[in-house]
Nanobody, 126 residues
């Protein structure tokens, strides 16, 4: 059974930090780019960050540059999203997705993402 599972979401105050994890079971992430996306109520899903299969290239949405860091541990079959200096506008359900290619895209509609997780809620509020 192929599955991507996000974890690490929760409620945090503005300025706080969270680390999201995206763990794969039933298949390896070794050769696949991974993207993190988010969707706030009433808004379209948007790309947050992505990382190539080797981890050698990363990309970030302008809104999170300098605050979020994506990384991966292929030995653990897991990709992480470290989120610092969180703002209320970061509140959303966060999803990870596995690309069918070694590269990745910040567009959730690029057509390269075959597998999606169920999402984890991140709420930034005082």
């Amino acid at each position: 059974h192929l599955q991507l599972v996000e974890s690490g979401g929760g409620l945090v105050q503005p300025g706080g930090s969270l680390r999201l994890s995206c763990a794969a079971s039933g298949f390896t992430l070794d050769y696949r780019g991974i993207g993190w996306f988010r969707q706030a109520p009433g808004k379209e899903r948007e790309g947050v960050s992505c990382i190539t299969s080797s981890g050698g290239n990363t990309n970030y949405a302008d809104s999170v540059k300098g605050r979020f860091t994506i990384s991966r541990d292929n030995a653990k079959n897991t990709v992480y999203l470290q989120m610092n200096s969180l703002k209320p506008e970061d509140t959303a359900v966060y999803y990870c997705a596995a690309s069918s290619k070694f590269w990745c895209s910040l567009s959730p509609w690029s057509g390269v993402y075959d597998d999606w997780g169920q999402g984890t809620q991140v709420t930034v509020s005082s």
